[in-house]
């Protein structure tokens, strides 16, 4: 089995592979540096200082456990740092720098004067520097001042911004303190465009009978002090409010110096007429400021001066010629196309304005809704396909003539990634396997309940299936469905790669994965390399080779090369030699204990071996030991004088302290468990041993350990250790046993209770 949790997988489904951006994730832990002053009175100088300061840092950079990190949910974006909800065509806004570029012809340098435009966020400076034709380093421009004139002479492309400043025009005589204008717009028809500038379209002569029309009222404070006043509002005599305007409305305002305030009330006339308008009154302190124009309003039935040219006209009034024209002429954004749904109707006109807007990446839900009028397929999949509450309730996938849903395209659903994520269980536990982690948990699901609805799965869905179940551990699954994926038809055949390299340890086949992943060990991508990496650094490893950290921040190999640089040993103790594994020491100290066997295991039956209680006491005897360089094993042997005793042996190296009870017996314990007794037995001769003394503690449930009871083996060698007049025996957890012959030694076993 692979050291390493499975490798990421960043897919890019279907669009090519892109680098991989984190949704959410956590800082390494960093280690800081504790302050060590020099202390003058102890008389320590400031070199010594700096050396216990190192070896302190070097302490805290060789920490033996750092806790794994919380599982992040990644998701890979093909924007920077911008989730899948966002996005969208919004991203990039419509502006003169983009308009320059699509007019570039392509054969000469683009160069745009807008370039400033292009500002609205990082992803559009960035696409917006990705095409402006100027070099990543500028050449030497040359420039000469003389007086208040500048001559630049370019080196190379350049865009150059200036500013001028101009005299101002002298202000007006006798300026009045307070500003106000008061003009009046169809609320249906409020703008009008001029090459990219919106200007106001205010109405002026003659108004119609039930159109809804507002009035703005604009009041300037043209003063650096601030002025507090009073508005008396009105709408012309014979008209109605609407849109929670009222007839007469009198309101204060604040004026800031050099501010401007607007405000609207909205109203209809019901009736042709001509009416007279209380223009808008402003007033401070009681006394009369300032005041709009007057203004006599000309209501007619039907208009007699027509603004041919507003789309207002056009689509109500104009052949479907004029109607095509227009909307080949101005910008559709800015229009209210459902205006022309009635001529929908007619099957010629709905094709071509159909493929006219198309052309021009424009939908509009109502228009294309007549394609189920018209049997036009295509433009009833479209209608279908942004009818979001039709396809919520079809489903995740559907592959229809009229339908096509995949989730992923339509950003319900993308491949997620969770690292580090370690699962306490290798197998499942009862009847049914559980994912523990509730996002990756909803995750799996959703992915499985979009596969259920497909015929057969693809390429890429398998590969996403075998990353899901690596990180269940569900390793013979995820190499059955890893082997249905062929490489030539996946969208990612460099993520194939990573896959079949890191299974190709679960394998057991080192050889072929290091193969695999050298092909790109020098990937350009510092995630694609660290992961290919890894893998070779582990099948090093394997071979006998040193630890290598291929990624300094990854918190699994730090631990994983610290601990193979951290000395190490383990030792056993049986027929009177000690046989002591090691790592990375040159030498040990053996440290012998005497044991009275029946007073420790009194104090503490279910510890053998508790060097704590022995650290303060003088061993009876202590070896130095040299240890061979570059071994890894070397046996020991007891001396003389403890072969025979019950001894307690302790070994000290590298800071470490280990220990374990030997017990000098020629004993033979024959557990029977499930029935509570044992048989005592010579080592050699097979005889039983009577009177040999057992004494019995018992762990209970509730963690209490306590005396239970205690005898000696009758001439058969047999004791039952479990029997008792009481109910004692329904609450015993495990029993610890002594077993203890004056001639033949002592040992100690712990045993389950039998079961009833």
């Not at 038809?489 to 290091?514: C, G, M, S, Y």
């Not at 193979?564 to 090691?582: C, E, G, M, P």
């Not at 202590?622 to 307690?648: C, H, K, M, W, Y």
Request: hydrophobic residues 40%; glycine residues 4%; contains cysteine.
């Amino acid at each position: 089995m692979p050291a390493a949790a499975p490798p990421g997988m960043p897919l890019a489904r279907r669009a090519g592979g892109r680098g991989a951006e984190s949704r959410s994730g956590s800082q390494a832990n960093r280690f800081g540096r504790p302050r060590l002053d020099s202390a003058d009175g102890d008389g320590m100088l400031d070199a010594e200082a700096e050396v216990v300061q190192l070896g302190l840092d070097r302490k805290l950079a060789e920490q033996l456990f750092r806790q794994v990190d919380k599982t992040q949910e990644w998701a890979e974006n093909q924007w920077y740092h911008v989730p899948l909800e966002q996005q969208t065509v919004e991203r990039i806004a419509v502006n003169r720098f983009w308009l320059d570029y699509v007019r570039h012809d392509g054969e000469a340098r683009f160069l745009s004067p807008h370039l400033a435009e292009a500002a609205g966020n990082l992803s559009e400076i960035l696409l917006a520097l990705a095409v402006i034709d100027l070099p990543f380093e500028a050449a030497e421009h040359q420039t000469e001042i003389e007086g208040d004139h500048i001559e630049l002479t370019a080196g190379g492309p350049m865009i150059v911004f200036h500013e001028q400043i101009r005299p101002a025009l002298p202000p007006a005589e006798n300026e009045p303190p307070i500003l106000v204008s008061q003009n009046f717009f169809r609320v249906d028809d409020r703008y009008r465009f001029q090459g990219n500038e919106q200007l106001d379209k205010f109405v002026t002569e003659e108004f119609l009978v039930h159109v809804v029309y507002g009035s703005q009222i604009a009041v300037t404070n043209p003063t650096s002090s601030r002025r507090k006043l009073d508005l008396l509002v009105q709408i012309p005599q014979g008209a109605m409010p609407v849109a929670g305007s009222k007839e007469t409305r009198s309101m204060p305002i604040t004026l800031e110096p050099f501010a401007t305030q607007t405000v609207e009330v909205h109203f209809y006339f019901p009736l042709a007429g001509d009416f007279e308008l209380y223009p808008v009154q402003i007033s401070a302190e009681e006394r009369h400021v300032a005041a709009a124009e007057p203004l006599r309003f000309h209501v007619v039935r039907e208009a007699t001066v027509i603004d041919r040219t507003s789309w207002d006209w056009v689509s109500q009034h104009g052949d479907d010629q004029a109607v095509l024209a227009y909307l080949d002429e101005h910008n559709p954004l800015r229009l209210d196309l459902t205006r022309i749904a009635f001529r929908m109707r007619d099957a010629d006109f709905f094709k071509r304005a159909i493929e006219q807007l198309s052309r021009r990446h424009l939908f509009d839900p109502t228009l294309w809704s007549y394609g189920v009028k018209h049997d036009h397929v295509p433009a009833i999949r479209e209608y279908l396909s942004f009818r979001d509450d039709f396809v919520a309730a079809v489903g995740p996938w559907f592959d229809g003539e009229l339908l096509t849903i995949d989730s992923e395209r339509r950003r319900s659903y993308e491949h997620l990634d969770y690292r580090p994520l370690v699962n306490a269980r290798s197998h499942r536990l009862g009847p049914e396997r559980r994912i523990l982690n509730d996002r990756f948990h909803q995750q799996y699901h959703r992915l499985m309940e979009i596969l259920a609805l497909r015929p057969q799965p693809d390429d890429d869905d398998r590969l996403a299936v075998t990353y899901y179940l690596l990180l269940q551990d569900r390793f013979e699954q995820a190499l059955a469905t890893f082997a249905q994926v062929d490489r030539t038809r996946v969208a990612t055949p460099l993520q194939f790669d990573l896959f079949d390299a890191w299974l190709d340890l679960i394998r057991e086949n080192p050889e072929r994965a290091k193969q695999i992943a050298s092909t790109h060990a020098e990937h350009p991508v510092d995630r694609w390399r660290q992961a290919f990496r890894a893998i070779v650094a582990q099948c090093d490893e394997i071979t006998g080779e040193q630890v290598a950290v291929v990624d300094p921040e990854d918190r699994t190999q730090q631990q994983t090369a610290a601990a193979d640089r951290t000395a190490s040993f383990d030792f056993t103790v049986a027929k009177r030699q000690i046989d002591l594994s090691y790592r990375h020491l040159t030498k040990v100290t053996v440290n012998f204990y005497r044991m009275d066997v029946e007073l420790l295991f009194s104090r503490s039956p279910f510890v053998q071996a508790e060097s704590g209680r022995f650290s303060h006491i003088r061993p009876n005897e202590s070896l130095e030991v040299e240890l061979a360089e570059g071994e890894t094993r070397q046996t020991i042997d007891l001396p003389e004088s403890l072969r025979t005793a019950n001894v307690l042996v302790e070994i000290v190296g590298a800071g470490e302290t280990r220990s374990q009870a030997y017990y000098a017996h020629s004993l033979d314990v024959q557990v029977q468990d499930e029935f509570g007794q044992l048989q005592v037995r010579h080592e050699s001769d097979r005889r039983p041993l009577s009177r040999t003394y057992v004494k019995v503690y018992a762990r209970m449930q509730s963690g209490e350990v306590r005396y239970y009871k205690d005898g000696y083996t009758d001439l058969r060698g047999r004791f039952d250790y479990a029997s008792l007049s009481t109910n004692e025996l329904d609450g015993v957890e495990r029993f610890s046993v002594l077993v203890l012959h004056e001639e033949h030694g002592a040992l100690v076993r712990e045993i389950t209770p039998p079961k009833r």
